[in-house]
């Protein structure tokens, strides 16, 4: 018994040393703590490494939610395996990361929630895992593009489809999946067959009970949809079916409901008919039960994302038939009539999908092909208003759809605009070495275009590297010359057939013959593209910036030689909030004057975010089809940027980004002229990927040399 | 199975009218352009009824056609000819295209993209207004009769920059450009050369329809419609229709498992 007690004893002071050296002061500062170690005491030695290790993590993160974690912990031993622990503290690290310490807290004190929703993910299906599929689904399906978005409830603005963030309504998870497919497609339907027509929703905002007639009016159309899929997507009506539940009551009152509104169910029947049966529906109290994937309706949201885009499309289509006109009077210049009008036919009504609607369109009588655009416009109108209003063909008083000089001005003020703030925007995640994980979406990217400058600047840079340039060209050339099949040589792989023959006439008609008989083959194609990532952060301020700019325009002539596809970007940012990506030149862009333009307008900006740009650009160069891929990187040090991003944290971070795009099949290479370069970049890039140019006036025509190196 | 018979390609008449539902004018337009003698290039995306229509003019021309589908590794000795050895002497033998010219007949080079920069030596001359081929190793200059007709494919959708079609060949050619019939005109294709029901067919169109959705999105190219004639020839001889289209339309058009499975839903959601 003794003995039992004194080993007690010794195994608390042992886990409380531990528990110190792992988090610290903070954690044995607890009041609760000698519980706490006793109960930590009693874990088997793995569970507690595995705490100890968590602790030391968590001392890096932050001192509050270290202590909540030590006080939940032995609970949350108790609860779940450590793969759950592990998730839970994982969670809420990526809380802290995104909202803060008081949700992060939160999460750690309900632990008791979370093992429970842990202990049916097995069967749940969530959003992340559903989305990508469901997008996929639904544009085959037609119509307009919709995006998917999370929310508490099932609905759609006509915009996105909001879903909830997970499914676990079934023991299987399977079903849960299914679930979500339907829960789309309901809501689909919903804008595909005209549920949320303009006139329909005005009529809705109308009345004075808006909630009670919304509820009556979604069961309705419910009942219309359902009709509609069954003829339309019969396989898909099936698959509804199945999953319909079994409570009587319910289902009573839906058959009720269905026989009276039978006329809903016809072909041909709209959401209007639904509207008006509702005022038939007034004396119901009960209403049918709604199906786990009958979404809810947000009339209002769904009216302020439909008249804002009636109103752009409106002006969208003019524009696109002025541009019509405008092609047209451009092909038969001279006689601009200002007369011309386009007429629009309607030639065939599909039932229900007003997206789907053929049109014919003629100009002055002459039909004309709709192009791809106008088509998408014309169907996405069609899906709001049910038809093309006429005040839609109707020219202005000019004579003209749409007055082109104000809405240039217009756009221009727009593009000043996204060149500053707006734009999409790219998260990525970043690898925080301290902690050994992601940070998820942490780093904001812009894409950012560079403004034009005189492209003086490459025709001084071609006349002042004239001798290099030829010599450049001249090495290219041969890589070219390499790449085909060399007939007739001396020695090779293969006989050249038709040199023996020629060679055999020869013989047979007493001429001399050639001993040139073989062929050789080199590499057979040159399959190549190629992402320059240039660093424009505000050390390469002076003759840096002045040589990487050379480089690119000596660069640009000798690929333009090689048909290599590449594209340069630049890259720099402040914070991760500020991450930013300069395009030069993208994919399949042409070396024009617009490029030189560009290139001459490479400006040191900010600081150096590697890791992000290189997530980025890794994207980028992985949409293109080749087969090799490099993206090369011209730098002038280490990755440094504001907030902790320098030193190990930095570099960890870019190595792993590299990482993560070596194994998508991209290989990275750097050029830098950091002459301390020797002590990171071998780690960042491995052993033989970087280049060192000790002087930086050497740059050009260096960068050319390794390219060619790189690529023969 | 034994061979039923051997033709020389230059012999290779089309004998049955092949089906073939015109779309536009393309019948006049190629018609026109044969009596005038102006070669003519087909554009469009694969599957969409080019080599048919090629058919069905030689067909309706009662020309011998010959067809050379390029490959990268297709010299322009390929199409001319070349000498062969036989039994201790040299004979020359002509390529597909000498032939062609030599008989009069329509010579229709598919992907032409894709055969070595060379070939254009050979159909340079060819497609302007004197029609000739040079013979470089007979030193012989072959006038192509006016019954002669050349034809070349291309589809612009997919080929890598490094294989596009130059300005200078495609300059030469009366251009009729092809895509995919509307969903009247393809149920009707579906129909005759599948001989499914019309409520069958109709569900192929429309699940032809929104694979070509997703163009873009996800997928390179929707499915053509000889993608949907196969499948509806599987399902007329007994194959379940998801089965069907998963097997002549999913797996042919991509790889990519995510798409896979939206083609497969899609599918199930109509059959």
Redesign the interface.
């Known amino acids: 018994m003794i003995d039992n007690s004194k080993q007690n004893f010794l195994n608390r002071v042992r886990v409380q040393k531990d528990l110190e050296g792992a988090s610290g002061e903070s954690a044995v500062n607890l009041t609760n703590i000698d519980t706490l170690v006793s109960e930590i005491a009693e874990l088997t030695p793995e569970d507690q490494q595995f705490l100890f290790e968590q602790c030391r993590s968590l001392s890096e993160t932050n001192d509050e939610l270290l202590k909540s974690f030590v006080t939940q912990a032995p609970k949350a031993f108790s609860l779940m395996a450590s793969k759950g622990v592990q998730q839970w503290v994982d969670n809420a690290i990526t809380m802290y990361d995104n909202k803060g310490l008081g949700s992060a807290v939160e999460i750690i004190e309900q632990v008791e929630q979370y093992a429970e929703e842990y202990s049916n993910r097995g069967i749940r299906c969530d959003f992340d895992e559903a989305s ?2 469901i ?3 639904v ?4 119509g307009r ?1 919709l995006k998917l978005a999370v929310d508490s409830e099932s609905f759609t603005d006509t915009e996105s489809l909001y879903l909830p963030d997970s499914f676990d309504l079934f023991p299987v998870a399977d079903k849960n999946f299914s679930l979500y ?1 339907l829960t789309a ?1 309901h809501l689909w339907a919903q804008t595909w067959y005209g549920t949320w027509r303009s006139k329909v929703v005005e009529k809705i905002l109308k009345t004075s009970d808006t909630n009670q007639r919304l509820a009556k009016f979604n069961r309705l159309e419910c009942i219309r949809l359902e009709a509609q899929i069954e003829r ?5 009506y099936r ?1 509804f079916r199945a999953m319909d539940s079994e409570e009587t009551e319910g289902k009573k009152i839906w058959d009720d409901w269905k026989s009276r509104a039978a006329r809903l169910q016809r072909p041909g029947a709209k959401a209007l008919d639904s509207l008006e049966l509702v005022d038939e529906f007034a004396e119901d109290i009960v209403l049918p039960p709604l199906q786990p994937y009958q979404g809810e309706m947000h009339v209002n949201r769904v009216y302020e994302i439909l008249s804002e885009r009636i109103e752009r499309e409106k002006e969208e289509f003019q524009s696109a038939l002025q541009d019509l006109i405008d092609d047209e009077n451009s092909l038969t210049e001279g006689t601009e009539d200002a007369s011309k009008k386009i007429e629009l036919e309607l030639i065939e009504d599909e039932d229900g999908g007003a997206g789907d609607t ?1 049109f014919q369109m003629s100009l002055d009588g002459e039909i004309i092909n709709i192009p791809e655009h106008l088509q998408d416009l014309l169907g996405s109108i069609m899906q709001d208003l049910g038809e093309i209003p006429e005040d839609y063909m109707e020219p202005n008083e000019n004579g003209e759809y749409s007055d082109k000089l104000t809405e240039q001005t217009e756009t221009d003020e727009n593009d000043v605009a996204s060149d500053g703030e707006d734009g999409e925007i790219f998260r990525y995640d970043e690898w925080d070495c301290t902690r050994q994980r992601f940070r998820q979406r942490f780093c904001s990217l812009r894409e950012l275009s560079i403004p034009l400058a005189e492209s003086e600047f490459v025709d001084e840079t071609l006349i002042k590297y004239k001798g290099i340039l030829k010599s450049i060209k001249r090495t290219f050339e041969a890589i070219l010359g390499e790449n085909r099949l060399q007939r007739r040589q001396l020695d090779g792989d293969g006989i050249d ?2 040199a023996v ?2 060679s ?2 020869d013989l ?1 008609s007493g001429n001399e013959t050639s001993e040139y008989l073989y062929t050789r083959y080199r590499n057979k ?3 190549i593209a190629v992402m320059f990532m240039i660093d424009m952060s505000g050390s390469t301020l002076g003759w840096v910036n002045d040589a990487e700019r050379e480089s690119l325009v000596l660069l640009c002539e000798a690929l333009e030689l090689l ?1 290599d ?1 590449y594209a340069i970007y630049g890259f720099s940012g402040r914070t991760n909030k500020r991450c930013e990506v300069y395009k030069i030149k993208e994919f ?1 862009q042409k070396y024009s004057d617009e490029v030189k333009q560009r290139i001459s307008g490479i400006r040191p900006k900010a600081y150096t975010r590697m890791g992000v740009a290189i997530r980025h650009l890794g994207h980028l160069l992985n949409q293109t ?1 080749a087969r090799t891929k490099l993206l090369i990187t011209l730098s002038d040090g280490r990755p440094e940027d504001y907030g902790g991003y320098k030193g190990k944290y930095g570099i960890e971070d870019t190595r792993h980004a590299l990482l993560e795009i070596k194994q998508a099949g991209i290989h990275p290479f750097c050029i830098t002229i950091d002459n301390e370069a020797q002590d990171y970049l071998p780690y960042m890039y491995g052993k033989v990927n970087y280049a060192v140019i000790d002087e930086v006036p050497k740059l050009p025509y260096k960068v050319a040399d390794i390219y060619r190196r790189l690529t023969t | 199975m034994p061979v039923e018979e051997t033709i020389k390609t230059s012999q290779h008449f089309v004998e049955k009218e092949p089906y073939y539902e015109a779309i536009n004018d393309e019948v006049d337009v190629f018609s026109a352009a044969y009596n005038n003698h102006l070669p003519i290039l087909l554009k469009g995306p694969t599957g969409c009824g080019k080599t048919r229509f090629i058919e069905y003019m030689a067909w309706k021309l009662q020309r011998p056609m010959v067809t050379v589908a390029c490959h ?1 590794d297709l010299t322009a ?1 390929d199409l001319i000819g ?4 036989k039994g ?3 004979v020359w033998v002509d390529g597909p295209l000498t032939d062609a010219v030599r008989n009069g007949s329509i010579c229709y080079l598919d992907e032409v993209v894709e055969a070595r920069k060379d070939t254009s030596v050979v159909i340079h001359p060819l497609c302007d207004d004197r029609r000739i081929l040079p013979i470089e190793k007979l030193g012989e200059l072959m006038q192509a009769p006016p019954e002669f007709c050349l034809a070349i494919s291309y589809n612009p959708g997919y080929q ?3 294989k596009d079609l130059k300005q200078s060949t495609r300059q030469r050619f009366v251009a009729i450009e092809f895509t995919y019939p ?1 969903s009247d005109t393809e149920l009707k294709i579906i129909l005759q050369e599948s001989q499914v029901d019309k409520k069958l067919g109709e569900k192929i169109v ?1 699940f032809g ?3 070509r ?2 163009k873009g ?2 997928l390179d190219e929707g499915a053509s419609t000889r993608l949907l004639v196969n499948a509806g020839k599987l399902i007329q001889d007994g194959i379940k229709p ?1 089965v069907a289209t998963d097997t002549a339309i999913a797996h042919a058009l991509t790889d990519d498992p ?2 896979l ?3 497969h ?7």
């Open positions: 990508t599929f997008r996929n689904f544009t085959g399906l037609g593009e497919k497609t339309d997507l019969p396989g898909l698959q053929k057939l038709d023959i020629d055999f006439a047979v194609e040159r399959n048909g596809r399949g089809q | 990268d000795s070349r000498y062969l050895v201790g002497q040299t890598s920059v490094l509307d429309k329809r929104m694979t959705n997703l999105s996800g998801v995510d798409m499975q939206a083609v839903e899609l599918s199930r959601s109509i059959f």
